[in-house]
Structures are given as C-alpha cells and as structure tokens.
C-alpha cells in the first residue's frame, strides 16, 4: 500500500503541469474567498465554473482518484491516518501551484 501510494504521489509531483491547470489558480484562490461562508449550492456553483476549464483528461484523473480516496481512503482514515486535513496537505501541492512565485509567495 505504502508503495503504491508514494508511486502514485511521484506520478503526480512529476508532472510538468498542476492537475488543475496554473492558468486557474489565481480563480481558484478568488473563489475560495468568495464563497468561504457561502451556502453549499453557491460554493458548488462557483468551483463547477472553474472545474469546466480544467481539461478533460485531468478531470477524469481528478474524478478516478477522488472515487478511489472516499472509497478507500477516508473510510479507513481511523487507520492510515488520512483524514480530510492530511489529504489536503499531501495531494493540495500537486493539484494546484502556480508557476514563478517568488520566495515570500511560497
């Protein structure tokens, strides 16, 4: 398991772009601060608009793994440690970076 996981989390480090898209990280963040005390229509309508741009092959990607994750991993979070938080903290980097910042932005 351990080594199927780190596989999967070099697969996705080496990627040459975030599974997002760098173009969207800037709407990501917005969007954040704007629906962050938002009911959960307008926060599922605000990120839906911005998930659409995403290409295709990542969404697919997106979709597999998160099937996989609230499958296999939360459910079993009490064991392997990944709750909610610790999945954000490992997989947030690869899904969304933006290209360039300066060292203050990291």
């Known amino acids: 398991v351990h ?4 596989v999967l989390k070099l697969f996705l480090r080496l990627l040459p772009h975030p599974l997002f898209g760098e173009s969207n990280y800037d709407d990501f963040i917005a969007a954040h601060s704007t629906v ?17 741009r995403i290409p ?12 996989f994750i609230n499958r296999f991993v939360i459910p079993n ?11 954000a903290i490992v997989f947030g980097p690869v ?12």
């Open 77 to 87: 979070s009490e064991q392997n440690k990944m709750a909610h938080v610790n999945l």
């Open 36 to 52: 962050k005390n938002g009911t959960k229509q307008e926060k599922i309508a605000t990120y839906s608009n911005i998930v659409q």
């Open 3 to 6: 080594v199927v996981a780190g």
């Open 95 to 106: 899904f969304l970076w933006k290209a360039n910042l300066s060292p203050m932005e990291e």
């Open 56 to 67: 295709n092959n990542a969404r697919v990607l997106m979709a597999t793994l998160s099937d």
